[in-house]
């Protein structure tokens, strides 16, 4: 395979060696009008001519290790690089001078040379420049130094969480995510696990049991011996997957590959033709130059790096809408989507806002307001986490007292509250299982109430789906549910009752149809479908194995990102596809000119780099470009816009 010119492994030091170099190229450049451009004698012209060889010499030494090293990379491959065609003719112009000097005939040109080298490394730094940035927004988003609080003989010490050492035993405070993997040492307590296994509501966790990294203390501090090293958590994982997908290239990046597969033996038959026929003419020097000059002016930064980067920057905007792109191959098959599958429980539902279903147990229904205001004062006092959830239940009872005082309440970690009233009234209020849907309320350790937690349905799932429809986009919901609950979702198409292997065949179904499918899940239940689908989206909170084999994972559960991720993703290839066809037809052009020898190298240099950046800043604007609003779901209901029909969907 023929190797592209690296224009994204310039390291960041090249911008202070680049102005250095810019310096010494100018500088050089004006002893060189001196001495072309004015009357000197012969000494004057001698002790120019080496001066300007002693600036510019300088400069390749600073600029040309990149060139280099890309250079013997390629050819420890058996691979032609565009750099090689570049340091041949950056060598033959230095050679050249310097033999010119000796002989003392003819001008040098060590100052194109030089200043050749300061455009040439200027364009791919523009290149880096571009994924750096996107990788600089990526580590602000995960910043990779928690503070950990670690337990010693001689108090707690605050330490980064990369110097977590296997072994050490760890403090965790209410509402922070544990940093690694522990066993837990200290008493019971809630935690919040649903970045890890998916449950939305809390888990009850007891000494001795395992605590995954990223899951959160809700109602206590929790101590626990670490069990693995910092870069467990989820976050971290995330941040990884972005950053992998930065390296995985997508079908419009083979498809640039692939051109550049012949394009390079093009360039070098072009430089090598040029070169042997104006020699025949010319004096060999500017052969050369003639030859250098298509060199660099086909030099395909903007398919080696442009192209890349509109899909970096992508990712990157994706990211702002809490969409992960896990590849460039991910955004490619995002913006050819035109049907879209939902699974209901767990992809569709809300883990923090639930509906509340308050039931008194015989012989306490004359005492429910009573129970109800001690509910409230009891878990208010406490700042429970579980307060903000069932304030539902009291509800409508405004400021109004409560007939006993409460004297005290403490949390029972793990479980609940434990309240104490006037006149010896104890209230227990919390979960007696690790089943913490079902609440119950016991008074003086008799059963008076319980409360059951029901999750809710997203409330943007009607625009949502009002925006997909708009773009042609046809969303179908297939859950294993009833066709009772299923039929609460506001989509086109419900499919109840359906096992894996009918959404399996669904899929299959759709895909014969010709359908490019995206299928949104959590579990592993939908791992089938989620392996036929065109690509498989994530859902937030889904469990680890599936955040792994899908191409994209969402971090909330506002649907109506989706539309706006699909308008990104098709902005994107809109952008790449340009960029070829832009790219492409400079280069045959510019070619083309320079064969004849029309143009100086520099110019073909500043050719190059104005082409480059131009494709660059088109790639780059999708950071600032905003998809269409496709909020408003009653005009898209009435509407109707929808582009593709179903055929009937039937499963055995």
Not at 356 to 382: F, K, N, Q
Not at 584 to 610: D, E, F, Q, W
Not at 631 to 643: C, E, F
């Amino acid at each position: 395979m023929i190797m592209v010119c690296s224009c994204d492994e310039a390291p960041a030091s090249l911008w202070w060696r680049i102005g250095g170099g810019a310096f010494l190229a100018m500088n050089a450049m004006v002893f060189s009008l001196a001495v072309n451009g004015s009357e000197v004698t012969a000494s004057e012209r001698k002790f120019l001519e080496l001066t300007i060889l002693a600036i510019s010499l300088p400069v390749f030494a600073l600029l040309s290790g990149e060139f280099i090293t890309a250079t013997w990379r390629a050819a420890r491959r058996r691979q032609l690089s565009m750099e090689f065609l570049f340091l041949i003719g950056i060598v033959a112009s230095l050679s050249g001078s310097v033999l010119y000097f000796v002989r003392g005939t003819g001008n040098g040109y060590a100052d194109v040379a030089a200043m050749l080298l300061v455009v040439y490394a200027l364009g791919r730094q523009i290149g880096a420049y571009g994924k750096q940035r996107v990788l600089k927004s990526l580590s602000e988003w995960a910043p990779q130094n928690r503070a950990v609080r670690r337990i010693q003989e001689t108090g707690v010490e605050v330490i980064p969480a990369d110097e977590i050492a296997v072994g050490d035993r760890i403090r965790v405070l209410p509402g922070e995510q544990v940093p690694v993997d522990i066993r837990l040492s200290s008493d019971a307590a809630l935690l919040h696990e649903a970045s890890i296994t998916g449950e939305s509501l809390a888990v009850r966790r007891t000494c001795g049991d395992l605590v995954r990294a990223g899951s959160f203390p809700l109602d206590s501090s929790i101590d626990g011996e670490a069990l693995g090293i910092a870069g467990d958590s989820e976050i971290d994982r995330v941040k990884q997957m972005i950053e992998s997908g930065l390296t995985r290239p997508g079908t419009e990046q083979k498809i640039a590959a692939q051109v550049l597969q012949w394009f390079v033996p093009l360039v070098a038959v072009a430089a090598a033709g040029a070169f042997v026929w104006h020699a025949q003419s010319k004096p060999w020097d500017e052969a050369v130059f003639i030859a250098l000059a298509v060199a660099v002016i086909a030099c395909p930064c903007a398919l080696g790096f442009a192209t890349p980067l509109a899909v970096w920057t992508g990712i990157a905007r994706l990211r702002e809408l809490g969409v992960i792109a896990r590849s460039g191959s991910a955004v490619e098959k995002l913006a050819e989507i035109d049907v879209v599958v939902f699974d209901k429980t767990g992809t569709l539902t809300l883990p923090d806002e639930y509906g509340v279903l308050w039931r008194v147990a015989p012989g306490w229904t004359d005492l429910t307001d009573e129970l109800r205001l001690m509910l409230r004062d009891a878990e208010l006092a406490s700042r429970h986490p579980f307060a903000r959830i069932l304030a539902p239940i009291w509800k409508g009872l405004g400021t109004t007292a409560c007939p006993v005082r409460l004297t005290g309440v403490r949390l029972v970690p793990g479980s609940g509250i434990l309240a104490k009233f006037e006149d010896g009234i104890e209230m227990f209020a919390g979960s007696e299982s690790s089943n913490s849907a079902r609440l119950v309320v016991n008074i003086n350790g008799i059963w008076a109430a319980t409360v059951e937690l029901e999750e809710k349905q997203a409330p943007e799932l009607s625009p949502a789906i009002a925006a997909l429809g708009r773009m042609g986009i046809e969303v179908v919901l297939a859950t294993g549910d009833s066709a009772e609950r299923a039929a609460a979702i506001p989509a086109p198409t419900l499919l109840a009752r359906r096992s894996p292997a009918d959404k399996h065949a669904l899929i299959q179904q759709l895909h014969q149809q010709g359908r490019k499918v995206l299928f949104a899940g959590d579990g592993l239940n939908d791992s089938a479908a989620m392996a036929w689908s065109h690509v498989a989206c994530a859902a937030p909170d889904s469990v680890e194995l599936v955040q792994d084999v899908c191409e994209l994972v969402f971090l909330h559960r506002d649907w109506r990102r989706l539309a706006e991720a699909i308008q990104i993703a098709r902005k994107v290839r809109q952008v790449v596809r340009w960029n070829i066809r832009f790219s492409l037809a400079y280069n045959l052009i510019g070619i083309a000119v320079a064969v004849t020898g029309l143009l100086h190298p520099v110019a073909s240099a500043l050719m190059m780099t104005a082409s480059s950046l131009t494709v660059v800043l088109y790639s780059m604007h999708l950071m600032d470009w905003e998809a269409r609003d496709e909020s408003d779901a009653d005009h898209a209901l009435r509407s109707g816009a929808v582009v593709h029909s179903l055929q009937p969907i039937a499963v055995d």
